[in-house]
């Protein structure tokens, strides 16, 4: 009887344990803007109460939202990734105003296509998602835009 009391505490305690909260899901499109350009875009869609960082933060403060695509002959970055609107609000804790995103953040980034060929372009963003109550650890997703 004790051993399947301790097993029935395990099972419950890595029920718990294994349930990692994400708040944020990404999604990715790509719109044409003419033959030889497009534009990427990566829109982050959060639960109620949490919020993203701006790509600019000054030093000392959260992590910022960072993204970056793999290199590939068939494609060229044209200028920086560009974000939207946002809010801003004096951080009590880093003692700056920062820029922050809640409910949808909409990423984008626009490119030279060198090609006409169909194919992928990869790329990561690695971000900090927050709440009025915590923080959780930065986080890299995986983001992949297809190029008809």
Not at 26 to 48: F, G, P, Q, Y
Not at 70 to 93: F, H, P, Q, S, W
Request: with cysteine.
């Amino acid at each position: 009887m004790s051993k399947l009391i301790l097993l029935f505490t395990f099972i419950i305690s890595v029920t718990c344990y294994g349930q990692i909260e994400n708040p944020v899901k990404w999604s990715t499109k790509v719109e044409k803007i003419s033959d030889k350009e497009s534009e990427l875009i990566a829109v982050a869609t959060l639960e109620n109460q949490w919020y993203i960082y701006s790509q600019k933060i000054d030093k000392g403060g959260p992590i910022p939202t960072l993204f970056s695509f793999t290199g590939d002959k068939r494609y060229m970055k044209k200028g920086n990734t560009k974000e939207g609107k946002g809010l801003v609000a004096n951080d009590e804790i880093f003692e700056m105003h920062i820029k922050y995103f809640e409910n949808k953040a909409i990423f984008t980034q626009r490119v030279r296509l060198k090609t006409n060929e169909k194919f992928t372009i990869k790329g990561t963003v690695e971000y900090m998602v927050c709440s009025k109550e915590s923080c959780l650890p930065p986080e890299e997703v995986a983001l992949s835009f297809k190029i008809n």
